[in-house]
């Protein structure tokens, strides 16, 4: 069904990047989403800047991009300091084009194991308030409410409310039974 390979995003796939993140947008907007990503919001830069300070991950289809993830080590602005035992997931985007139905649970579960294989226990991300459908399909994937986060700064300028998610991931010590 997915054939996919991941692998880390380089400075040379940022217009792709670009491209896939404009195109969930126009998608939101085609469903009546309307309070969660605009075109054109970010830039090759955007996603130059969080390779640099973070990671960027792609699937890849054949040649194609099937979708993408940013990986983050710290998100203060959502949750404040935190002690490093997490890992942030934001801007899970899949190409409707390339990408096979499942295809964003299999990027979820390809972030899940990154952050599992940087020693870190748990996987957060958050998710505007407003999008009960993205809360909900998060929360399938077996992530849970936390909290919240008022007027969380956005890269348009305006800020917005969050739901703020966490996953936390098995261990594989004995006395967990895994």
């Not at 130059?48 to 699937?59: I, S």
């Not at 890992?87 to 899970?92: A, D």
């Not at 409410?145 to 800020?159: F, I, M, R, T, Y």
């Not at 917005?160 to 966490?166: I, R």
Request: overall charge positive; proline content about 4%; glycine content about 10%.
């Amino acid at each position: 069904m997915n054939d996919l390979r991941f692998r880390s995003a380089t400075e040379a796939d940022s217009v792709a990047l670009v491209r896939l993140r404009d195109e969930a947008a126009r998608w939101m907007l085609r469903r009546g989403v309307t309070g969660q990503w605009q075109p054109g919001e970010l830039d090759e830069d955007h996603f130059r800047r969080v390779m640099a300070r973070g990671e960027v991950w792609l699937a890849q289809a054949g040649e194609r991009i099937a979708g993408a993830w940013e990986l983050w080590w710290e998100d203060e602005a959502a949750w404040g300091p935190q002690p490093p035992v997490a890992g942030y997931v934001h801007r899970l985007m899949v190409d409707r084009e390339v990408a096979a139905p499942g295809t964003g649970r299999l990027l979820l579960s390809a972030a899940e194991r990154r952050v599992a294989a940087a020693g870190r226990t748990c996987v957060r991300l958050d998710c505007v308030a407003g999008n009960a459908q993205l809360n909900a399909y998060y929360q399938q994937a077996g992530y849970r409410v936390v909290g919240h986060k008022e007027g969380k700064p956005q890269p348009s300028g305006a800020s917005k409310s969050f739901t703020l998610l966490e996953k936390r991931l098995r261990t594989h010590s004995s006395s967990d039974g895994a």
